[in-house]
């Protein structure tokens, strides 16, 4: 019996989809492109004819991650200023995800449409963006994304790193897959194995480090999502941790310990002064589920 339940629990709709999406992202970590496009279609055809004949939310979840690759890679180059090329990538994957919404595959509840609780939590979603960014900013070295520092370039970048990056990878991370991962393989592990995904999906910078460091920050993120059940405030916890990484760490680091603390020390103090803690996790619930 038990042995049907772990059976029934890791079968293939999921193994093999997932499978498929670490392959084609070893190839590109290895420099194979052209191998990793063909695994990522494939991937991608079968799950959109599974769906067509089985009724399973894994499907559309795991649908985002080849999609999103394919269209990372095909995309055209049409600008010399790596910004602006972000928003025509990220730009037709809320074609999908409106899809996802209006079809109702999955509840608002589960996905975090919702501001509640917005203002409690953004201090905190700055802290720990700010944070994050600071740690891969450690790794990578990336240059600046704006072509100067005026306020008008600070604003682009954040609109587009907040509003095109975090809500779409959020969305597809953390409302849809962390949700289905979950659901199928218990809170724990859901949360691990997503963040392992989340990882895998930046092979593009061929670093070992990255791929460890950004499953950590998907663990992160995952925890953030848990706490708040929200995604306005996962995606600006997203956002704000590609500004970091792109802006502030390289230009303002001497003010990233302050942003850090006054974020951090605001969160506790509105808890303290609303007399409000945030929701709490039921761990008894996770411990059974996983």
């Known amino acids: 019996m038990v042995k049907l339940e772990i059976i029934s629990k890791y079968s293939l709709d999921l193994i093999i989809p997932i499978s498929l999406v670490i392959l084609a992202e070893g190839l590109i970590f290895f420099g194979d492109m052209k191998a990793a496009l063909i695994v990522h279609a494939l991937n991608l055809t079968m799950l959109i004819l599974s769906s067509i004949y089985i009724e399973n939310r894994i499907y559309p979840a795991l649908m985002l991650l080849p999609l999103f690759r394919l269209l990372n890679i095909a995309m055209p180059v049409f600008f010399t200023l790596t910004l602006y090329s972000y928003s025509l990538v990220y730009a037709p994957m809320f074609i999908p995800i409106y899809f996802i919404i209006r079809e109702k595959m999955f509840k608002g509840s589960e996905i975090g449409l919702t501001a509640r609780d917005f203002w409690l939590f953004l201090p905190l979603a700055i802290a720990v963006g700010v944070a994050i960014g600071w740690g891969e900013y450690q790794i990578l070295h990336p240059g600046v994304l704006v072509p100067n520092y005026s ?36 809170s724990i592990t859901g949360l691990l194995a997503t963040s392992i995904l989340f990882g895998f999906m930046h092979s593009g910078y061929h670093l070992p480090s990255e791929l460890l460091y950004v499953s950590f920050a998907g663990i992160l993120f995952g925890l953030l999502f848990w706490l708040t059940k929200s995604l306005p405030i996962i995606a600006l916890a997203h956002g704000v941790t590609n500004v970091s990484l792109f802006l502030v760490t390289p230009v303002y680091p001497g003010v990233l310990i302050y942003i850090i603390v006054s974020s951090t020390l605001l969160f506790l103090f509105v808890v303290i002064l609303s007399k409000r803690l945030p929701k709490k996790v039921n761990l008894n619930i996770i411990v059974r589920r996983s």
């Open 151 to 186: 306020i008008k370039s600070v604003i682009l970048l954040s609109v587009t790193m907040i509003f095109f990056v975090g809500l779409v990878e959020e969305f597809m991370f953390r409302s849809a897959l962390q949700t289905v991962m979950e659901e199928r393989l218990g």
